[in-house]
């Protein structure tokens, strides 16, 4: 997708990742085909307890996941999510979490990606796994 000089992870900064993501504070760090990492931070996005919102831990794992795919499916395309699962094994009340997404399957049509959720000791707090579906990107 990104040819010369051009930079996956300043195309992301220049393009952005969304009012949602942008409203939660998530960071890109790290992007490429094999390795995207973002991070968000917990004050904020936290639920009435003052832990880390499940649904934050979603919309960190999404982003990554979508925006991984996307850069996969090349010009042309676009990648749009069709299943997400989420398994919270730890909460998150301060500081911020970091997500790593990783391929789990990089097909024609179908892809789907792993992201581990840690926070910032390095303890996994959850962990996301995200399915996206490659179609021509629409008018054309």
């Keep these: 997708m990104f040819e010369g000089d051009v930079d996956a992870l300043e195309y992301v900064r220049e393009r952005g990742v969304g009012a949602l993501a942008d409203k939660m504070g ?3 760090i790290e992007f490429t085909i094999e390795r995207s990492v973002a991070r968000m931070p917990v004050e904020g996005n936290t639920q009435p307890a003052n832990l880390l919102h499940g649904g934050a831990y ?8 979508s925006m991984a ?12 999510g ?6 919270h094994t730890r909460s998150a009340t301060s500081g911020y979490v970091t997500g790593v997404c990783t391929p789990v399957h990089l097909g024609r049509t179908l892809t789907t990606h792993e ?8 303890r996994r707090c959850s962990t996301i796994r995200i399915t996206n579906f490659i179609k021509d990107m629409p008018g054309r």
């Design 26 to 28: 998530i960071e890109f």
């Design 115 to 122: 992201v581990a959720v840690t926070d910032d000791q390095g």
């Design 58 to 65: 979603v919309v960190l794992g999404e982003s990554l996941g």
């Design 69 to 80: 795919a996307n850069l996969h499916a090349g010009p042309g395309k676009l990648a749009v």
């Design 82 to 87: 069709i299943e997400i699962n989420a398994t």
